[in-house]
């Protein structure tokens, strides 16, 4: 395997945490088929529930029931399974928000604005990520519509780039999410270039080691539909959060906004 940097998953850890996760949202699940056994239907009791942010509230209530127990369960030392390269594919090309405009990747920066403006506070090229540490592993991208996928990731931890260039922290120090959680901003929000698409991170998953800023897939630089010439991947999320094409990043007290929570999926989107 060609790995520079791969996190080792201890599986009775995961194992646990998976086992845990399962049990508590079959619970979740069972407000749902309370409805379906009442006689009623569960759809038929679902079309007659009111709507609560766009959805069926039971469904709000699973949603919101699964954000608690999967950020309860999140831990940054629980690190989602790896598998060999071999095993790795290319997914397909999903979602295009964001993409559609030209992009001159000579022209391209990833910039850092200041919380809440749209102030910049850094602006950095290519090279400059090329120069962080390189980490690659091999990991599932899981996309909600049902299907999912094998993929080898390469780039730079979210974490090392801030640390780097002194973000995400109120002091400018380097992150450290476990020794010292309350000088991290609480959040961190990515944007296409176009504003087009943008996503929302809560600061474990972001700095969790398995969080990249991802310039390779498969061993290759990204295509333009994968998100040339930057994209995020985190192991903790499912893949609408997965931002391709990023442009800017901020990091914030506030909840980003979400392009797809804004539709009435879940915000957290953790798996
Ligand atoms: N800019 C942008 N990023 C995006 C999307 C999108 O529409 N626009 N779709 C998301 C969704 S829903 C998924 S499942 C993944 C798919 O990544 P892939 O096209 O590399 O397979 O990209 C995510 N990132
Ligand atoms: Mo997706």
Redesign the pocket.
């Known amino acids: 395997m060609t790995t520079s940097e791969r996190p080792e998953s201890e599986p009775s850890d995961v194992e646990r945490a998976r086992v845990d996760l399962e049990r508590r949202t079959r619970r979740s699940f069972a407000v749902g088929a309370v409805a379906a056994a009442s006689g009623l239907g569960a759809w038929a009791w679902l079309r007659n529930a009111s709507t609560v942010g766009g959805l069926p509230w039971p469904i709000r209530r699973v949603l919101e029931g699964n954000q608690v127990l999967a950020e309860s369960a999140f831990r940054s030392d629980r690190l989602a399974p790896t598998f060999p390269a071999s095993l790795a594919k290319m ?9 559609e405009s030209p992009l001159d990747p000579a022209d391209w920066r990833l910039r850092v604005l200041a919380p809440d403006t749209n102030r910049r506070l850094g602006e950095y090229g290519f090279d400059q990520l090329l120069a962080l540490p390189r980490v690659e592993f091999t990991a599932e ?1 899981k ?3 049902g299907w999912s ?1 094998i993929v080898r990731w390469a780039g730079v931890r979210l974490i090392d780039f801030a640390a780097a260039f002194g973000f995400g922290t109120r002091d400018g120090a380097p992150p450290d999410p476990v020794g010292h959680p309350a000088n991290l901003f609480r959040y961190v929000g990515f944007a ?1 270039p176009d504003r ?2 943008y996503v929302g991170y809560d600061v474990a998953s972001a700095f969790h080691p398995q969080t990249l800023l991802c310039y390779e ?1 498969d061993g290759r630089p990204l295509s333009p ?3 040339a010439p930057l ?1 995020l991947f985190a192991s903790v999320k ?8 990023i442009g800017t990043i901020w990091f914030s007290d506030r909840r980003p906004a979400d392009f ?1 929570a804004e539709q009435g999926y879940d915000w957290y989107a953790g798996h």
Not at 91 to 99: A, E, K, Q, Y
């Open positions: 997914p397909r090309v999903n979602g295009r928000i964001g993409l991208l996309c909600v519509e996928t296409t087009e698409y897939m539909e994968h998100g994209r499912y893949g609408y959060k997965l931002i391709k094409r797809w």
